[in-house]
Every structure is written in structure tokens, then in C-alpha cells.
């Protein structure tokens, strides 16, 4: 971690771990503080980006912990990395344990892939609408039950904005 100094790493701390009352919020603390600034903002940059070159943007979250992941990721693991992929590829077909609810979602996330494949946008009938990212930065929430919302993590996402904006005017 290039750049970071006690001063900064008391402030991720104090952000993330400084009112964990247990280990599991310690535990969670840390692995919001590593995944943050690795995963959410570094998409949210990228989706920024786009949106702001004239493109348009379909942005999401996948929440859903797979049944599949029981006995093989520790439970307090919700939806992790690239979890969506499979069932993006129909997945939940091939697995012995995947459940009817888990079917429906893949059913629905290819339909909203293939729907942006074809036409650049993923919306099609019968699906809860996916917004475009704009300047409100709405995106979808994919899980058992799909919502539309906006601004992911936004306290969390404005620390880290001004943090990376402090961390390069101390260079």
C-alpha cells in the first residue's frame, strides 16, 4: 500500500474497524476496507468514465450467495467476485443443489445479458427495469428479487473519494 501512512491508515481504520463492537465486525471492517477502494470504487470510476463520454452505462450489484457456495466459503461471505457469471452461463441447471429461487435469477440474469448483447440495453418485458448509470447513479441491485437504486456505498465511496484526493495532494 503505496502512500499510506499512519495518518491514512488511522483514518481507513477509524472509518471501518473504529466502532466494531465484536470480531466479526472487525473482521467485516477489514474486509469492506480492502474491497471498497479495490472493487466498488474502481468500478464506480470506470462506469463514471463511460457515462461521462457519452456512453451509456448499465451498472449492478450482485447480492445473491449462491447455495452452491454452502460448506466451501465461510458464511459470512455474501456474493462474492465473479459469482454472477454463473449464472449469467445458466449454472444453476447443472448444480444438484440450486434451488427453484436461484433457477428464476439465472433465468432472469441471462435474459438481462442477452437483452444487452442484442440491443445495448438489458430491459425487456417482464424484468424489473435496469436504469441507465446516469448523474444520480442509479444501478441494479440483482438479487432473489431485483431492485433499481442509486448511489452504491455512498458514504463509504465519498471517504475514499476525498481520502484518494488527500493521499495525492501529500505526494
Request: aromatic share 12%; glycine share 8%.
Amino acid at each position: 500500500f503505496q502512500g499510506l501512512t499512519s495518518e491514512i491508515f488511522e483514518q481507513i481504520y477509524n472509518e471501518y474497524i473504529g466502532n466494531a463492537e465484536n470480531r466479526a465486525q472487525v473482521r467485516d471492517g477489514v474486509l469492506d476496507a480492502i474491497g471498497d477502494p479495490l472493487f466498488v470504487l474502481s468500478a464506480i470510476e470506470v462506469a463514471r468514465y463511460h457515462r461521462d463520454a457519452g456512453n451509456p452505462v448499465y451498472f449492478y450489484e450482485f447480492q445473491h450467495r449462491p447455495s452452491s457456495a454452502s460448506g466451501l466459503v465461510p458464511e459470512f461471505v455474501k456474493a462474492d467476485h465473479g459469482d454472477e457469471i454463473a449464472f449469467v452461463f445458466g449454472k444453476p441447471f447443472l448444480a444438484g443443489r440450486a434451488t427453484e429461487e436461484e433457477k428464476i435469477l439465472s433465468r432472469t440474469v441471462m435474459r438481462y445479458w442477452t437483452n444487452f448483447a442484442r440491443n445495448g440495453n438489458p430491459n425487456g418485458e417482464g424484468l424489473v427495469h435496469w436504469p441507465q448509470y446516469d448523474l444520480e447513479e442509479r444501478y441494479l441491485e440483482i438479487d432473489l428479487m431485483q431492485k433499481a437504486a442509486k448511489k452504491i456505498k455512498e458514504p463509504k465511496m465519498e471517504f475514499w473519494t476525498q481520502l484518494t484526493k488527500q493521499m495525492l495532494n501529500e505526494r
